[in-house]
C-alpha cells in the first residue's frame, strides 16, 4: 500500500471513529501503526503523545534530504520571511521578537548557526588566498597577531635560547613557539580561520556590552542576546560576503569589498539598534562607539588567548 493511501485511510478512520463503516479497531490500528518513538497509536500526521511525525524507520533518500532541509532550514517559508525582514527593515526581526510574534519567523538561534554554518560551508569550498606576514619597523605581523620584533631570525634565537634555559614554563613556551615562528604561513591561516570562531564565544559578551550600556531601557539579558544573535546572523551573512574577495586577485577589489561590508554593518547595527533600543539617533552612535571599544578590548583578549592555544598546540 503507498504512503498516500495509508495516510488517508488513517484520517478517514480518525474522522469517522473506531469502528465506523466496518474500519478496524483503534486497538489494532494502534498495533499495526505505533509511533516509533514512544509506540502511541498514530491516527493523523503526527504522534498524540510525543507529537513525533510519523516517519519511516529506512527512509529513502529523497526523504531523508527532505526532512533535513524541514528540520534544519524549516523550508515552509519561514526561512525567506526571515531573511527578508533580517536585511530590509534592521532592528524590526528582533522588535517582533520581543513583541511575542514569532509564530511566522524562525528563532534567534536557529537563525544564528543557519547564517553561521553557510559561512563555513562557503569558506571550506571557496579557494583560499594564501595568508600573508610581514616585518616591519614594529614587529612581525603573523594574521592580525604582531610578534614584537622585525628581526625574526634574532627572535628564533631567542626562542631557542629561552626552550633551553629558564623555568618548565618558558622552555615550554620557548619551545612551542620557536616551532610555530618557522611555519608562519599555518600560523597565520591558524589565526585567521579563528577569527569568525572567537564571535561564538563572544556572542553572550556582546549581548552583556548591550545590557551595560543600554541598561536605562529596562531589558533583560536574554533581550539583548536575541538582539545579539539577529546581528551576528547578518555578521556571518557580511562575512560570506567578504569570502569573495578570494576569487579575485586584485588587492584594491578586496579592500574595496571589505570597507563597502564593513561600512554596511556599521549602518545597518546604528539603525537597528535604534529601532531595538530608542532614543536619539546620535546618542545611540554615542553608545554604540563605547560599546564598540569595550567589543575591541574583549576581541583582542580572546584572539590573544587563541594565539596562545594554537601556540601551545604546534
Known amino acids: 500500500m503507498s504512503d498516500e493511501r495509508r495516510v488517508a485511510e488513517r484520517r478517514t478512520l480518525a474522522l469517522r471513529g473506531p469502528g465506523a463503516g466496518g474500519f478496524t479497531p483503534a486497538q489494532s490500528v494502534a498495533a499495526s501503526n505505533p509511533c516509533l518513538n514512544c509506540g502511541t497509536n498514530i491516527q493523523l500526521e503526527f504522534c498524540p503523545e510525543c507529537g513525533q511525525r510519523e516517519i519511516d524507520a529506512d527512509p529513502t533518500l529523497k526523504e531523508f534530504l527532505h526532512e533535513l532541509a524541514e528540520e534544519f532550514l524549516h523550508w515552509d517559508g519561514k526561512l525567506i520571511a526571515t531573511l527578508r525582514l533580517l536585511f530590509t ?19 534567534p538561534l536557529r537563525l544564528y548557526l543557519t547564517c553561521s554554518v553557510l559561512y563555513f560551508f562557503f569558506a571550506a569550498m571557496l579557494p583560499s588566498r594564501p595568508p600573508t606576514f610581514s616585518g616591519t619597523a614594529r614587529g612581525t605581523q ?67 556590552l548591550f545590557a551595560l550600556f543600554f541598561r536605562d531601557r529596562r531589558r533583560r539579558y536574554p533581550q539583548h542576546l536575541a538582539f545579539a544573535m539577529h546581528v551576528h546572523a547578518v555578521l556571518f551573512i557580511a562575512l560570506t560576503a567578504l569570502l569573495l574577495g578570494r576569487l579575485t586577485s586584485m588587492a584594491n577589489l578586496r579592500i574595496g569589498l571589505q570597507a563597502i561590508v564593513g561600512a554596511a554593518m556599521g549602518a545597518y547595527l546604528l539603525v537597528a539598534a535604534h529601532r531595538v533600543y530608542g532614543g536619539t539617533r546620535p546618542g545611540v552612535l554615542t553608545r554604540l562607539v563605547g560599546l564598540f571599544a569595550s567589543y575591541l578590548v574583549a576581541f583582542g583578549v580572546v584572539m590573544l588567548a587563541t594565539f596562545g592555544i594554537i601556540v601551545l598546540a604546534t
Not at 89 to 107: D, H, N
Not at 196 to 201: D, E, G, K
Open 89 to 107: 527593515q534592521p532592528g524590526a526581526l528582533t522588535q517582533q521578537y520581543l513583541e511575542g510574534k514569532r509564530v511566522r519567523f524562525i528563532s
Open 142 to 208: 603573523v594574521g592580525i597577531i604582531n610578534i614584537g620584533t622585525s628581526d625574526t631570525v634574532a627572535a628564533l634565537r631567542e626562542l631557542d635560547s629561552l626552550a633551553r634555559q629558564g623555568n618548565v614554563v618558558s622552555r615550554a613556551w620557548g619551545r612551542h613557539f620557536g616551532r610555530a615562528m618557522r611555519d608562519r604561513r599555518s600560523l597565520s591561516a591558524s589565526i585567521t580561520d579563528a577569527i569568525p570562531r572567537a564571535t561564538f564565544v563572544l556572542l553572550p559578551v556582546f549581548a552583556a
